[in-house]
């Protein structure tokens, strides 16, 4: 891991609970489109696992909307909290470039995570996804729009800043199909208040 993605993963100790706090409460619907969007692809009880889970809160969501999940996250602190808050569902210290759950999954989730690394382990972490989807399995991809790599200020920090690679669309969808996969959807939002910037 070089010294980009580790800043990354210091930073979010630092602030997790900060982050929780600001980001588990739900302010309205805009706050869960994505989610929503992805589980539409969903049959009821699908088996999904939340890359970059953070606190938690999306993991605890899909198993509301009657789903099974469990997450993985590289920040200790963002793990710690998410154990507390949802004690009854499955939460590991990983890194889901080469993590692999014990069985195969119906879905993967990877919301707002994969943007804190270069493209090379992005595309790494692609792969890898593949290794455990079924066979017409849906992946959940959220990302910051932009192009070109960015060293942005965080939010919760001001005095730090932290890698963001952006992309454009088009480049993530050529991404992706290179790699395998069918885009059969996609949406935009502009960056909510304490988000990264938007960029496109």
């Not at 890898?128 to 079924?134: A, D, F």
């Not at 990302?143 to 932290?162: A, H, M, N, W, Y």
Request: glycine share 8%; proline share 3%.
């Amino acid at each position: 891991m070089d010294n980009k993605n580790k800043n990354a993963i210091d930073i979010y100790n630092l602030i997790a609970k900060d982050y929780a706090a600001k980001f588990d409460q739900i302010e309205s619907e805009d706050d869960l489109k994505f989610d929503n969007i992805f589980l539409s692809h969903l049959k009821l009880g699908s088996n999904i696992l939340d890359l970059g889970c953070g606190t938690g809160f999306s993991t605890d969501y899909f198993i509301q909307k009657g789903m099974k999940s469990q997450g993985i996250d590289l920040s200790t602190s963002m793990i710690d909290i998410a154990k507390k808050n949802y004690p009854k569902l499955t939460f590991l210290v990983a890194d889901m470039r080469v993590f692999k759950p014990s069985e195969m999954m119906d879905a993967v989730w990877a919301g707002y995570s994969l943007f804190h690394f270069e493209q090379i382990y992005l595309e790494q972490t692609i792969e890898n996804i593949k290794s455990y989807l079924r066979p017409h399995g849906i992946l959940g991809l959220v990302i910051q729009g932009g192009s070109g790599e960015i060293e942005s200020r965080e939010p919760f920090l001001p005095e730090k800043t932290i890698y963001i690679h952006l992309y454009t669309k088009e480049e993530m969808i050529e991404i992706l199909t290179i790699h395998g996969f069918e885009v059969i959807g996609s949406s935009i939002n502009k960056a909510a208040d304490f988000e990264f910037p938007y960029e496109g």
